[in-house]
Every structure is written in C-alpha cells, then in structure tokens.
C-alpha cells in the first residue's frame, strides 16, 4: 500500500497545473506561452521570463518592452511614470521623510487588484512601499499619499481622497462623505471602497490573508483495518496471523493555505474517529481465539501540495505525523464466548500519506493509508500486535472567508 500511495505522489507530480499564460506585444498583439518564474509574487516583478507556446523560446519581459501580461489569475500592465516615493508607514520604519512630496520617475508592473465599469485601481508594491493607481477610461493617475513625521507624530496628507471626492462626489451616492473619511490607503480598503461607490453588490471582500482561503473539513470515512499477530513462537496452532475488518469513521479537519505559489502549500491538521476489531482464530484447542479491539482518536498534523489547481478540478497530495490516540485498547483471548481480558490506553506516532482530488472547490475525495504501529499483546507478553488501515474517505469542504 506505501507502494502504492508513492507512485500516486509521483503521478500527480507528472500532471502539474498548466496556466496558460499571455503578454500584450507593444502592438498590442497578445502572445500566447507560460511564465516561467510565476512565484504569485508579493511584490510587483520587475522582470518575468516568458517561454512562447511550445517550441522552448524563452523572452525577457519588461515593462519597456511589452504593454503587460497575465499570470495565472493576476493581470500586469507597463507603467511609465512618477510615483509618490516617501515612505507610506514613517511610525513603523523610523523614517524623517522632508515635510513635502517626493516622486520618482519609474518604469514598472502595475498589478490589477480590482475592476468594474471603466474603472481599474492598480497597485505597485515593492521594497519602498505600496501606491495605487486608478484608471479612468484608461487614463491612469496614482492616488496619492504620503506621511511625514511632526515631533513624532504622524501627519497624513491624503492626496488620494481629494482627488477621489472630485470624481464622485457630485454622482449623489448615499454615506460616500462617510466613506471616504474612514477610507484607508489599504488594498482590501480602497477594494471595497470603489465596490461600495460604484454599486458592485456581487463583490467579496477579499482579505490578504483569505487571498487563498482557509477550509474547514468535515467527512466521513470507509476504513479498512489490518492487524497482524507477531511471535518468535513457533505458533502453529494459529490459523491465521493476520485479519481485515471494516469499519465507518467521522473526521473533522482544517486546509490552511499558503499564501503564496497560488496557494498550492497547504497544512491540514484534522482528527478523526473509529473503532478496530479483529480475530484470530487457532486450530488447537478448538473454538480458542485471540481478539484485540480499541477506540481510536486519531490527530494528524499534515501538510500538502496541491499539484493540479484548477476552479472546478484540484489533485493533491498530504503527508502528516499522527497521533493515534487509542481508548479502552483491549486483547482477550479464550474458548467459545468465555474470555478472559485486559484493556490499556495508548498513544502511538506513525505515518498518515494522503491523496485526493477536489471537485468544485468543496468536494473532498480521499485516499490515506494509517501506516503500522506496534502494540503489545496485553494477556500474553510472546506476542506483539500490529495495528494499520486504509481510508477512503467523502468530506465537505466550509470555505471561510473572514470579513
């Protein structure tokens, strides 16, 4: 079964996610082909290598050379401009920035962050700081901002909320005085301030950290369970080392993604729920029989990667250390149905490999495996038990988006 569970790993590996990718000529021709250096990037890039279609030609891409391009879901276009270069946080970063507005002059990746009607807001983050930018029927002005400090304390000069007041405020938009006063110069902010102004009901807040959100996990499981009797004895008078059984299981966990790489790293602890039970049989004295059986509580701590990522079709693969917490662990043994037992709580570490598709984002199919830990045999100390299983299991996927 590990066997097995690895060349699944590998298979899924073999068929990573493809995007196709895209860049706007300065003819505004659009190339076809995949973003070589795609990392979901936290700043703006300055430079992306792009490999056109499928003859293995590979370009530099820059803001000088090309109008924009697309990567994966995140949309880039070329800047040539000024932008407000005083820090956007001098209380955080100790900074004596002059009491006046310094620009630079840049040529650059804006990223689209947000669009509706003719218009688009664009951000630049980089080492220096964020600035945004909106487009109005493709005429481009940054919202302007900037902090100075004034016997250390923080002075804003909100350059942005004046302009914005100009645009919109003779449209007769209900609270848009009030938010435009609590507006921040914050992505998620200015997001929902432009999805409020212009009437987007079917916009949703995304938070940074929810960019990729987290899940929460419940299912349940089809288990089948391995023990297996270990002796130096010669033990002839067993039938059968080894049995099966089956049982159902219940499961609650949490997918916590990364958010970066497209969310692809995940951690996913869960803890999960079930019974083994399993009979030896021997041949001598007739009808005799060696049983084990327990409650197991069993708390994985997993992480994963997600190695086709696509809206209604995902594969991936986890691998996590877990907990087998078992209850009431018993082994009896005896003659027709008069046994004699012993029962012991016990907690275990092992193995728990994983793989499984997700169908429309909230669809969880799974296959694990439990790899074997050791138990002893509690009324007989010649022998030992080995306790492992294999799970399929169906769970639901709660995406929690936070507001």
Same mark, same amino acid.
């Given at each position: /079964? ?54 293995g ?24 401009? *000024? ?9 955080n ?22 669009q509706?009607?003719?218009? *688009? ?32 304390? /923080? ?13 919109f ?5 209900? &609270?848009?005085? %009030? ?18 102004? @212009? %009437?987007?009901?079917?916009?949703s ?15 349940? &499981? ?8 270990i002796t ?6 067993? *039938? ?49 029989v /060696?049983?084990?059986?327990?409650? /197991? ?36 043994? &005896? ?18 490999p994983?793989? %499984? ?5 909230? @669809? ?40």
């Open positions: /079964m590990r066997n097995t569970i690895l060349l699944s790993i590998l298979v899924f590996y073999g068929f990573s996610a493809f995007c196709q990718d895209s860049y706007l000529t300065l003819d505004g021709n659009k190339i076809d082909g995949t973003i070589e250096n795609n990392k979901d990037w936290s700043k703006n890039p300055t430079s992306v290598i792009f490999k056109v279609g499928n003859n030609n590979t370009i530099s891409l820059t803001p000088e050379n090309c109008e924009g391009f697309t990567a994966g879901p995140d949309k880039y276009i070329s800047y040539h401009g *000024t932008r407000v270069a005083n820090n956007d946080d001098v209380l970063n100790n900074t004596q920035d002059n009491d006046q507005l310094i620009k630079d002059t840049v040529n650059v990746f804006l990223r689209l962050i947000y509706d009607k003719n218009y *688009t807001l664009y951000e630049l983050r980089d080492s220096k700081r964020a600035n945004f930018y909106l487009s109005d029927n493709g005429k481009i002005k940054e919202l302007e901002y900037y902090e100075t400090l004034n016997s250390s304390e /923080m002075v804003p000069y909100n350059l942005y909320k004046v302009y914005l007041y100009q645009l405020s003779k449209k007769n938009i209900p &609270g848009f005085k %009030g938010k435009l006063k609590n507006l921040n110069y914050k992505e998620n902010n200015l997001i929902d301030f432009f999805a409020y102004i @212009l %009437g987007d009901k079917s916009h807040k995304e938070n940074l950290r929810d960019k990729y959100p987290s899940e929460i996990l419940v299912g349940l &499981g089809a288990n089948v369970n391995f023990g297996t009797l130096d004895l010669n033990a002839s008078y067993l *039938t059968n080392l080894h049995h099966t059984d089956f049982s159902p299981s219940f499961e609650i966990g949490f997918r916590i993604h990364s958010q970066r790489n497209f969310g692809k790293f995940f951690l996913q602890p869960s803890i999960s729920v079930t019974q083994f039970s399993n009979t030896f049989h021997a041949s001598s004295p007739p009808g005799f /060696m049983k084990t059986k327990d409650f /197991m509580v069993n708390v994985n701590l997993g992480a994963g990667y997600i190695f086709v990522k696509k809206p209604d079709f995902s594969l991936y693969a986890d691998a996590a250390i877990a907990f087998p917490i078992l209850f009431n662990y018993q082994t009896e043994q &005896g003659i027709d149905s008069l046994y004699t037992a012993k029962d012991m709580t016990e907690i275990r570490v092992t193995l728990h994983e793989v %499984g598709v997700i169908i429309n984002r909230t @669809l969880n199919i799974s296959l694990s495996s439990l790899l074997p830990f050791n138990l002893p045999y509690l009324l007989n100390p010649a022998f030992g038990y080995k306790q492992s299983q294999v799970s399929l299991a169906l769970r639901y996927s709660f995406i929690h988006k936070r507001r």
